[in-house]
């Protein structure tokens, strides 16, 4: 009893100090909830300990849901319906302006009026994805839309033995339903500039779409260097001043 008793003692510890370490790791490991809402605040897509040189993963976040333009929502206050005047964004009930640090708190896209789109990450259009060449790319997607399922497309990619990931609804999988989430996974080949966008219905034409940027690992020939360090990315897209139904 003696010889058992020091050696229960130290089972016992032991086994009390790995369930604790495990409580703890558990505790600090950040839930994929917890990431949606962060990039949802901050409009960003990737985990900033991802997508870099020398890094094997991109992993990125996107949360899909409607929004109205010409409206700004400050914390804890009604939404204020704005309109166009003389360029700038003001209040459509007493014509105040907006200050300027405000414009990127609400889509204003061409000024017209208002009318539902689709953000990513609240952004309109979505956020930019940028991933090295032959970095396995992990993107999350959440949809938070009321009524509508949704695809996501990554345009430009080859999708070499993934073809689950290419976002065609009804062939390479089952649409994402409101309130559903889906993980897509890929190679990023080849490089170049091209654009994530939705593959339902009009959805494309209404935000649900963003760049998507895909580095060439260092060496690689390319037809034209980039001057410079200084770039920005530009993209266009459909745009018409009634609801996409409407109008198709």
């Not at 009893?1 to 003692?9: D, F, K, L, R, Y």
């Not at 929004?67 to 005047?85: C, F, H, I, N, S």
């Not at 414009?103 to 896209?109: G, N, Q, R, S």
């Not at 990619?157 to 309130?179: E, M, N, R, Y």
């Amino acid at each position: 009893m003696n010889e058992q008793g020091p050696v229960m003692s130290f089972k016992c510890t032991y086994f009390a100090i790995v369930v604790l370490l495990t409580i703890q790791q558990a505790k600090l490991q950040t839930t994929d909830k917890e990431w949606f809402d962060r990039f949802l605040r901050t409009g960003e897509a990737c985990k900033s300990n991802t997508c870099q040189l020398g890094d094997l993963t991109c992993e990125c976040f996107l949360t899909i849901d409607h929004a109205l333009t010409m409206r700004y929502r400050g914390e804890g206050q009604p939404a204020v319906l704005l309109k166009p005047d003389k360029g700038k964004a003001v209040r459509f009930d007493n014509g105040h302006p907006f200050e300027r640090s405000r414009e990127d708190t609400f889509i204003l896209a061409d000024g017209y009026k208002s009318r539902i789109v689709i953000v990513v990450n609240g952004k309109f259009p979505g956020p930019t994805i940028t991933a090295r060449e032959g970095q396995e790319v992990i993107v999350h997607v959440r949809n938070l839309m009321h009524t509508d399922s949704t695809t996501i497309h990554w345009h430009g990619l080859h999708q070499k033995k993934t073809p689950w990931s290419d976002g065609v609804a009804f062939v390479t999988q089952c649409p994402i339903l409101p309130g559903q989430n889906y993980t897509y996974k890929f190679n990023a080949k080849p490089f170049g500039t091209s654009f994530y966008h939705a593959h339902i219905g009009d959805q494309r034409t209404m935000g649900l779409y963003g760049p998507l940027i895909i580095i060439p690992t260092p060496g690689q020939q390319i037809s034209s260097q980039q001057e410079k360090d200084e770039f920005f990315v530009a993209i266009i897209q459909d745009w018409n001043h009634d609801d996409d139904e409407d109008a198709l």
